[in-house]
């Protein structure tokens, strides 16, 4: 079967794990802002989204393409800077259908956050998130930001990926 993947990215790190994934399985990657990002010319559809502000940044253009994507197997993976876990399972729940949830595989990756990258409005909205976060850990990663970037961790994708690419469930 044939795949492609279909992004969102803010500052550039969901973009690379695309690419890193695209590397490793020979699969096109596309920005859902480009006007050719159309998952139905593809057997398989790998997600890819930040979490910002509790929500996943793909949201819209899920919700505009889930007639074909409930049609194919999805893989989708979050880049968050909140580890797998309730939280990011709540973000989840609160950003997708919850048909597409039940069939899709979730991989959940670490992103980068670098303060002197951010726009001028996050930048205040972190500060002030990190402060009034009763997490101490996780105010100090909005304030300070963090890099837990990891090209290792895509491994868990790239696998199921070339599980997919061998199977012989090819589309009409
Ligand atoms: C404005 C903003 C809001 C964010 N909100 C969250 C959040 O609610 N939960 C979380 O775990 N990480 C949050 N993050 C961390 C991002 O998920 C992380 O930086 C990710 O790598 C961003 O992906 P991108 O570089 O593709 O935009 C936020 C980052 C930014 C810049």
């Known amino acids: 079967m044939n795949g492609a993947i279909f992004y969102a990215t803010r500052y550039g790190s969901t973009a690379q794990y695309a690419e890193w994934i695209s590397e490793a399985t020979g699969i096109s990657s596309f920005d859902v802002n480009r006007a050719d990002a159309d998952p139905s010319h593809y057997d398989f559809v790998v997600i890819g989204a930040p979490v910002i502000y509790h929500k996943l940044a793909i ?41 597409l949830i039940e069939r899709m595989h979730h991989f959940a990756l670490l ?41 290792a961790s895509i491994q868990p994708i790239v696998k199921a990926i070339q599980q997919l690419q061998s199977s012989d469930g090819v589309r009409n």
């Open 111 to 151: 992103g980068r956050q670098n303060p002197g990258d951010l726009s001028r409005f996050d930048r205040m909205m972190l500060i002030i998130g990190g402060l009034k976060n009763r997490d101490r850990v996780a105010g100090k990663e909005e304030l300070e930001g963090f890099d837990y970037m990891d090209k």
């Open 59 to 99: 949201r819209n253009w899920v919700r505009q393409k889930m007639a074909t994507l409930k049609t194919r197997p999805v893989l989708f993976f979050t880049v968050s800077g909140a580890p797998a876990g309730s939280k990011l399972d709540g973000w989840i729940a609160n950003s997708l259908p919850g048909t």
